[in-house]
């Protein structure tokens, strides 16, 4: 089905592996298929904030389980599960193997299909910048086929193809494509020649381009009436200063200029975006003293994130305050504020890379063995384990986790004979420490089970020593930071 859909395609099946897409940019068409177990509300407002940016969105599969949570953003809502349906397509009627919803539209949205029934099967709507297509029957696991279902789909991938927006963002990849037509009566030798300006840089090109510098070319051999299209992925700079990319069109054996033209996208940098947001909280109607403080915190610490480098902070900070700003009344200013934050977003996550240099907002949490009491030298009765989850709620695994004590005075002995043990996290994001003894001092003392890199929010055990019933030891976890 994908094939019918003339570009790059890359599938996922994880919530860490569709952020980590997400956030990188690359893709302006965002698809969401299934149940979707691992849809956390963080990851949710990530999509909030790229369809509102500009992407365009696919929904479909099961409209009834996490995908109902984002129903605002396809502006239609599932009311009626049907075993058996049928598409209606022209005059005819395409079954369905699997159970489909029924969907009832807003008034925004308009309906693209409807079932043999009568009922809506999709809807298409927009969301601030971006376009958005809902589909209340599995689309990728049913068997559909035909020349009515293919050019039904292929007219909604053309009416999905996201828009130019302006201003674009800093970083992000853009797409161009050019189409030479040659409307002479005889054959012609042509070369097209793209330069680069100002930081732009080529991620790839179709066909390969023959690159100097800044300048591409691509020599072109075109029969009378034939065409030939370029299609180019490009980056846009890190900053905001004056961009453009300037083409020419040569006959190849003398070089004279046939024809030449130029594009100068607009496009800003995070100090734009944050400087628009903070700008447009006063002019937002009814905002209250508190919560206008509680936006400006968040885009303070939004910012010292940023500069700090603990960029997954940052996102964090920046999707709260979009929540905030999305359950705010429409209009009345909101928007204004609302869409520089979605962009805000966007441009820290295209600086942002999973490769443990910034600060992961990763949760560590005490699973059991909290609040223990034990004899000096025997163990206590429960081990000691923590759960290791990502910003989105899923479980880390194969992180390195070690718990420490001191290795003197008042500590504990982990069943290696040692004041230090060095565990990785399951496929459930579990860590354990087992049969850890007191040993024989009473003074209060701290032990810590510590991430590679730091979490967000570290856990603390409260565990003690007694030589009867009298605590003395407190045994304490946390995230290293």
């Keep these: 089905m994908l094939a019918t859909y003339d570009d790059e395609a890359e599938i996922v099946e994880t919530a860490a592996a569709f952020q980590k897409a997400l956030r990188a940019g690359d893709f302006s068409l965002l698809w969401l298929s299934g149940s979707l177990s691992d849809l956390s ?92 297509l809902a589909m209340g029957f599995d689309s990728l696991g049913e068997p559909l086929s035909g020349t009515e279902w293919t050019a039904w789909l292929q007219a909604q991938m053309v009416l999905s193809t996201p828009k130019l927006v302006d201003p674009m963002l ?34 790839s090109s179709k066909p390969a381009a023959a690159q100097s510098g800044d300048q591409l070319s691509w020599p072109m051999d075109l029969a009378a009436g034939a065409e030939q299209g370029v299609e180019l992925w490009l980056q846009l700079p890190a900053d ?20 030449s033209w130029s ?62 700003l999305r359950a705010l009344p429409q209009g009345g200013g909101r928007d204004a504020a609302w869409q520089p934050v979605a962009q805000w977003i966007g441009l820290v996550s295209a600086a942002w890379k999973d490769d443990g240099s910034a600060t992961k907002s990763w949760t560590l949490a005490i699973s059991s063995g909290n609040q223990q009491v ?55 994001g579990l860590a354990s420490a087992d049969a850890i003894t007191a040993n024989a001092s009473w003074v209060p003392t701290k032990c810590l089970p510590v991430v590679d890199g730091g979490v967000n929010t570290p856990a603390s055990f409260d565990l003690r020593n007694s030589d009867a019933a009298t605590p003395h030891l407190d045994l304490a976890a946390g995230g290293g930071r």
């Design 374 to 428: 034990a004899q000096i030298g025997t163990a206590f009765a429960t081990p000691l384990q923590v759960r290791l989850a990502d910003e989105n709620g899923a479980p880390v695994a194969g992180q390195t986790l070690r718990f420490t004590a001191p290795a003197s005075g008042a500590s504990a002995l982990f069943s290696n004979g040692t004041a230090a043990l060095q565990v990785s996290t399951d496929a459930q």
């Design 170 to 203: 800093a970083q992000s990849s853009v797409y161009l494509k050019t189409v030479i037509h040659n409307g002479d009566d005889k054959a012609r030798q042509l070369t097209l020649s793209t330069a680069l300006g100002n930081g732009a840089q080529l991620l």
């Design 263 to 324: 594009h100068n996208p607009a496009h800003h940098a995070q100090q734009q975006a944050e400087a628009n947001a903070r700008t447009a909280l006063p002019a937002i109607a009814g905002l209250a003293d508190a919560e206008k403080a509680q936006l400006v915190a968040l885009f303070d610490q939004a910012a010292d994130a940023v500069q700090q480098q603990k960029l997954g902070d940052a996102i964090a900070a920046l999707l709260q305050a979009q929540e905030k």
């Design 41 to 132: 509300a963080h990851l949710q407002e990530e999509v909030r904030a790229a369809v509102l940016r500009g992407a365009s969105l696919v929904v479909d599969g099961a409209a009834d389980t996490h995908l109902r949570a984002i129903a605002e953003i396809w502006a239609a809502m599932p009311i009626s599960r049907c075993l058996t349906l049928a598409l209606q397509l022209g005059t005819n009627a395409l079954p369905l193997t699997n159970p489909s919803w029924a969907l009832v539209a807003d008034a925004p949205a308009t309906t693209e299909l409807r079932y043999a029934s009568g009922e809506t099967a999709a809807v298409r709507s927009s969301y601030g910048k971006g376009q958005v």
């Design 240 to 259: 905001a200063k004056a961009f453009s990319l300037e083409s020419q069109l040569r006959n190849t054996a003398d070089a004279v200029v046939v024809d």
